[in-house]
């Protein structure tokens, strides 16, 4: 697992840049995409480079995390629609190349088992962006998930609800319940993974991530057993590693052709 400690411009240009280095070697690449506060900066930073240099996402496929049960199709927190917002209708994805689970499906247990078939079938992901909860959840496997679930229904925490009202106007009873997850094993799946974190509030989830015990009590701690992790995170975020001084030295000394 690779630490890397620096301010929200520079962790998104490394976050991009990861992805770019990969889109101009391989264009058809498949990319796992997450929704919520954390990426914007990196799908910001990608918008940049498609309209000033050149990056094209025409042949690549991407997939997305996760998504609420039952919100209505053209519900703006829609996953779907958001990530469409944020991203991927802001770079020249060829239309069909976007895969999100379908959370109005009438099985959602089909729907979830199709996905996971759907991201195999493409071939599996090469790099995912993630973000990460308070309580230590990546997509939205929530504390208590299996270390090795698939795509599944999830049952929303009171935390996570209350975390995301701010996308509800506030009201954590607009937040739904439930939703449709990538599980941690179709996460691990991915060939390389990047997790962005930034401020304070997330400090003690990076800070188990890193240094915890492997746990189900903060799922992210499975990624201690991926080979090739890259986390992104802010002085605030870094605010509790203990080791935060090595990570730092550690990045500084890093040989410029290394890359993430
Ligand atoms: C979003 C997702 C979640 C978020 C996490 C952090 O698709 O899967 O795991 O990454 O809740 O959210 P932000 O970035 O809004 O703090």
């Known amino acids: 697992m690779e630490v890397v400690i620096a301010a929200t411009e520079e962790l998104?240009?490394?976050?991009?840049?990861?992805?770019?280095?990969?889109?101009?070697?391989?264009?058809?690449a498949v990319l796992g995409l997450a929704t919520g506060s954390s990426p914007l900066p990196i799908y910001d930073e990608l918008v940049r480079l498609h309209v000033e240099e050149g990056l094209s996402f025409a042949q690549a496929r991407a997939f997305t995390?996760?998504?609420?049960?039952?919100?209505?199709a053209d519900h703006p927190e829609r996953y779907r629609n958001v990530i469409e917002h944020e991203i991927t209708g802001r770079v020249d994805f060829a239309s069909g190349a976007v895969h999100g689970p379908d959370g109005l499906a009438?099985?959602?247990?089909?729907?979830?088992?199709?996905?996971d078939?759907?991201?195999t079938e493409a071939g599996g992901v090469d790099l995912q962006i993630l973000g990460i909860g308070t309580d230590g959840h990546i997509g939205f496997n929530e504390p208590g998930s299996s270390?090795?679930?698939?795509?599944?229904?999830?049952t929303l925490t009171e935390q996570t609800r209350a975390d995301n009202a701010r996308f509800f106007g506030d009201d954590i009873d607009q937040v739904p319940q439930h939703c449709l997850t990538q599980g941690l094993a179709t996460i691990m799946?991915?060939?390389h993974i990047v997790l962005i974190a930034t401020g304070r509030t997330k400090a003690n989830a990076v800070h188990q991530l890193v240094e915890g015990p492997v746990s189900a009590m903060w799922p992210a701690t499975i990624l201690q057993h991926h080979p090739h992790v890259t986390v992104l995170i802010d002085n605030a975020a870094a605010g509790r590693l203990q080791l935060a001084d090595y990570y730092r030295s550690t990045y500084a000394a890093k040989p410029g052709?290394?890359?993430?």
């Open 189 to 191: 799946a991915a060939r």
């Open 106 to 115: 009438a099985d959602l247990a089909a729907a979830c088992a199709a996905y």
């Open 117 to 119: 078939d759907a991201i």
């Open 257 to 260: 052709w290394q890359g993430l």
């Open 147 to 154: 270390l090795a679930s698939p795509t599944r229904i999830k």
């Open 65 to 72: 995390l996760d998504e609420y049960v039952g919100l209505p």
């Open 12 to 28: 998104a240009r490394l976050g991009a840049g990861t992805i770019e280095k990969l889109l101009r070697s391989r264009p058809d």
